[in-house]
């Protein structure tokens, strides 16, 4: 058994790469409006940092305003879910695409919400071997049912949802949460967005 | 080989369902704000319906207004994709995911916008047997390989595209409305949303 | 939302390519036999075309006889299956393997003889998305899993067909055509078999 | 390691059945056309038995005939394809689809006429690790792909096979050979078609 | 129908490869140990060979006696699984994955042991079309399953296993088997391992 | 977005489980061999827990001796292959295998090994995302071939190892190890083995 050493301090040229490169994409930063500066300095005020799907969708102001319009209803409204069951359904979405960016940044979430490390991990890397209750674990076969083969969907699946105690609102929630990290799987993917480094060790217990 | 017959008119009970049912959801309509009452009209005066992905997001308006945001910006603003360009990553988007809302719809934009009513069935059927340019076919590989296998996405396919003589701005573009076409296959799946029945003999040629 | 504008006139270079081109394998058309020539002036006559599956065999007679005795025993002879339960086989099975030239063909088909035009569309998109009575579900279903999964079909997949009302003769048919297709699909993308463009206007209601 | 055992005598229920059951449906023979008795006849005559596959057919003469005709033509007429070709293309094909019965009858026919038993193993098992001429490997690769993924299926995949030395004519006859097989191994696997036991034995070298 | 014609003596440059060549790697033979000198003086005394497989490790002499001790623990020690158990469960997995090797030396064995060469047949090509008892379906069920999708493996998996008599002993064993062919198909493909081709001719009935 | 709140302490009922349940199997550890009492005492001394696994092959002493020897020599013995390129392919096959166990027990290796915590978690996330170097990643690329398409494995592929820098033993290493778990994979996932909990918080920088 190989006795691990203490982790050496990470050197320049990590395999996380550094954190001044967004994306892959050559965007100029272009001018925020004051609602987006203002809301760029919240992140910086509560978190310590400004997430970098914000930063590389501020390339276009128009763009930032949409997506974070549709990221903070979907995620902090009044919902049938709490944040947490969002914020699962978003890793094991992300699971399926296998998308680094989402993983770091929602693994994070997952580990602060619940106050329990390995349920984000097991989110990330088999939701199928976490305990969860039967609520929890049909809420997470329908997203990743509908993430992997959305052909299939039937009533029968919704059906699924009924009995285990959500509502017909709640469904639409389930599905457009994980429609929506099925979008932001794609597009972080498709630019090599890269997470801040900061999210590797939060709430790690 | 079979004559075909002139088609019979529709029974009420088609295999497609009537024009009253949008989703398998039974989610009351919310009062619309005045920018969406207004924007309901429009697309009822120029279209002569409301499309139902619309009245789908209607029973809460801060889910549609920000929904009709990012699509119209998406699918409309300025950008080195044309109209059409992007209504054929629509297309080619959801037959991966065999989704038979957006199918219906923006397979029907694409022959309207286009003038060639098969385009439309080659984007719905198999992008592959169509006569595109290079641009095009470069395009939509990115698309397609993004929706089957966004952990796949590496340097050489954003080259592919810089090659084709896409900007990083363009694959962006690229990107972003592949992604939300993966986003919407899902939550049309998700609640079995059914297309306005008018699409079907739009611009057949 | 987009204003679909009428559709203009397809140019002479539509993604579809023009009827001139049947498949991209050069073939000389052989000397066809009294039969096959009356067979062919019958399509002419009754269809006003002579489909291009047709002409692609024509390049061998006794090629072209034995397709054609095949295929006019398995569609039109006496069978527990309709014409149109048969066509939607074909289509179901087509969309499978996003066959271009089936498609389009036998898409028309199930427009025509089921006077119901979203039907076709929902053949070729996705046939879980269709209203169908509970036998032509279990038809379609046992047709699509032996396209996709020959090897896992067992006696519970064929008691399935019996519980619907299919007799085990009903279940040779729709394995036969099912097969069929499975064959012509692929002899169709194997030489980019192209249909007649008639059949895209056919039918629409 | 085991020591093999001389193989003791086959039981009466054997793991394959014995072989007075050809397929899992209730189909009673009809009466056959002379043509079709002294085809079997000739059957009986020459290889000793009449192929299961035939007997299954039986049930109704006008699709016998319709099977021995398009089977004779691909499988003996003449053609750029030599007889083993067009016999191991039919074993890729089906081991693709996992089809016993196919596997069995065409896999000794493999072994008889190529004279080397381990060839017909290696068609069953994994084409890719026989040693082949690069011509019969780009047969093999196109039947194939042909089969798994027929819509990837584009024009440089047929100039593969012309760079390999094949002419547009045989490419037709691996596209007919390797579509007759899917329709085949389907048909066989949606009956559980058995074959005859007398193959296992032959020409094992 | 093709006559079998007597198979021809295998050439020298047999598809197969000659038995000289044991693998694509050039490792060179190291000194064995005095146990594993015995050892391979006994399978050359039992057998009439040595299995290629071993001389495949034999380039060093601590992996080859890891392997040895493994592989006799898992196929010959005492167990809830017979010998041709375990043999059935090798090559239902290795039929999943293709392996040339391990199909060629473990079809023999299942055929010996058996005394039903269909058997090794039927395992090889699709053990769903076997005649077997529940047990045995329910064993090679959760063996192909483990292999195919090891992640959805959950307790009704283990619990369709109890209900078929096997005990967590044996739950244990099956999944050791199973995974043991799941590496040394990855073995044997990783370096193109051919099997002696002494295999292809034994217990063929 | 939201803040991440600090981890509370984790719940006796995390969904990961507490520490007491080895695996979902009934099995009672067996009387240790004295070399495998002072194996598990070595572990304790130096890594201050006894991992799971080592409990899990407990129940027979055999076994666990033979897993240990196989273990030991792959993963510590001298080899072209740094131990740390060693994990990173435990860890990429145990991504495409979704294996809880492995990914949680190898991830917390390479972050120690490598000194690079990122490094740890892009392995078990997407391994495409990381920086690599030419030669780690032609290694990973080979060792995720061979687990998710072992059939596809070709003296190309050998090839680009070899261009790699990688000499034949090189190869067999890989082999071995990609091989090695795919079999732990299988194993853990069959008998839901869970990691000891103090791998979580290991070597996060």
């Known amino acids: 058994m190989t006795k691990p050493a203490a982790a050496k301090p990470a050197s320049a040229s990590s395999a996380a790469a550094d954190d001044t490169v967004i994306t892959a994409l050559a965007l100029k930063p272009s001018r925020l409006s004051g609602t987006m500066e203002d809301y760029?300095?919240?992140?910086?005020?509560?978190?310590?940092f400004v997430p970098n799907v914000l930063k590389a969708y501020a390339f276009d102001n128009v763009k930032l305003e949409a997506f974070v319009a549709m990221y903070n209803d979907l995620m902090l409204a009044a919902s049938g879910l709490s944040k947490l069951d969002r914020e699962m359904i978003a890793v094991a979405v992300s699971s399926v695409n296998r998308c680094y960016y989402c993983l770091v940044a929602h693994g994070a979430a997952v580990r602060a919400l619940s106050g329990d490390p390995p349920l984000g991990e097991l989110m990330v890397m088999n939701y199928r071997a976490a305990r969860l209750s039967k609520r929890q674990r049909a809420m997470l076969d329908f997203a990743v049912k509908l993430t992997a083969e959305p052909w299939t969907i039937e009533e029968r699946d919704r059906d699924a949802l009924r009995r285990a105690g959500f509502t017909d609102r709640d469904i639409w929630d389930i599905a457009a949460?994980?429609?929506?990290?099925?979008m932001s799987n794609r597009v972080a993917s498709a630019t090599d967005m890269r997470p801040n480094s900061v999210y590797h060790g939060q709430a790690r217990g």
Request: overall charge positive.
């Open 177 to 182: 949460v994980a429609g929506f990290f099925n």
């Open 40 to 48: 760029f300095g919240k992140c910086q005020e509560k978190l310590g």
